[in-house]
């Protein structure tokens, strides 16, 4: 194997200015950090990964710990965006992302105990339940943690902005298209959920609309299945709604499908919207409404927080960072005004 010593003797410095020309520290100059370079490259060296832990006790491995309810894992569009996201920015600062065994099952050790055994330097927590004391054991540790839409005390959080984006879309639902009956198929309880509620009924009342006890359904996130039925519920009401939102765009397929199984037209008979600004939302016919998360930015700022986090603590200050979304009108909502 070669070491760094076998480098510095076929440049012909020492074994310190091959360690510094390799980190890139200032104090080298750009042609003995090239030669460095071009003779570990030629010579096949590698850094060896526990020494490395070992001298600056840091493993430059961040753990995520993810798991969606519905059991979605990688095929959930909005998580994988921002995993993605999160993955290429984190490994552009010279980290690499592990996923934490979400079934606790090595050595039945805890989220935290497990995240210690592992060595991470710093975790992120998306999509997970938050409620889980194992969780809140880890998130409230003195291990640098980044939450996705959700918030610890004193703890860095990336959220959507959930509240907003339900009112552009219910505005312009009302506002723009007229419509007055206006139905709500929700997620499963989270602080997404309830942050999208609150400004959904929010926004009704600031608009001067009533909402029907009838017209808001506890749906589940990404369940089409459960919007179908769902749906099915609020088209067979006395006085059934013109517009149905959807938790999000993959459980508004159910309700398209439960609205074609009656004969209906979109948006010719029933109005419909939904959440997120998948891929699919942009292909289906008619184009879905919906809003358009940005997940680019929600991963890298995620990745970005962490790192400062773990390489400058002591000027890290916990903050709540708000991602707005984009309000994607597309043609699945009819406009009622003349």
Known sequence: MVSMKDISK???????????????????????KQRVRDAAREMGYFPNASARTLKTNKSHNIGVLFRDEAGNGFTHDFYAAVLDSLKKTAEAKGYDISFINSSKGI???????????????????????????????????????????????????????????????VTYIYKDCGHRKIAYIHGADSSVTRNRLASFYATMEDLGAKVPDEYVKDGVYRKPEVSYNLTLELLDLKDPPTCIIYPDDFSAI??????????????????????????????????????EQDTDTIGELAARRLVQMIERPKSSIPERVVVEGKLLKGDSVKALLA
């Open 10 to 32: 076929k440049v012909g410095v020492s074994v310190a200015t091959v360690s510094k020309a390799l980190n890139d520290h200032s104090d080298i100059g750009e042609a003995t």
């Open 107 to 169: 050595m039945n050790m805890n989220y935290l105990e497990h995240c210690k055994y592992r060595g991470y330097d710093g975790v992120v927590l998306a999509c997970i339940d938050f409620d889980d004391p194992d969780v809140v054991e880890l998130a409230t540790s003195d291990m640098p943690v980044v939450t996705i839409d959700h918030t610890f005390d004193n703890r860095t959080a990336i959220i959507s902005d959930n509240v907003t984006g339900i009112r552009e879309l």
């Open 254 to 291: 159910g309700g398209i499908n439960a609205i074609q199984s009656r004969g209906l037209s979109i948006p010719g008979d029933i109005s419909i919207a939904g959440y997120d600004g998948i891929r699919i939302a942009k292909v289906l016919e008619p184009k879905l409404a919906t809003i």
